[in-house]
């Protein structure tokens, strides 16, 4: 897998929560739990390309944790991104 040199390199999305960590993760980066939860949203959504909205998939397990989940705090444990 090719990795990033710069962070213009991601040529997708917006400025987001899990931008960041996506593109840590691509250059090469150690992600902590969370941080790898943010980044599997982000890519999954394409960025939040069409904005910063609940993707709306109950059955994902990541959808507690999911960033712009209005319900998100509810059921959250302690892996929690928030934590
Ligand atoms: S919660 Fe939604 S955005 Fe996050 S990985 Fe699951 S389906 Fe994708």
Redesign the pocket.
Known sequence: MKTLQRKSELTFGISARGRRELVKHLKGGKLTRKEAMLA??YD??CGYEDGKVD?R?MR?P??P??PFNPEGKKGRGEDSPEN
Do not use: P, S, T
């Open positions: 599997a949203c999954c959504v993707c998939v994902c990541l959808h944790f999911m």
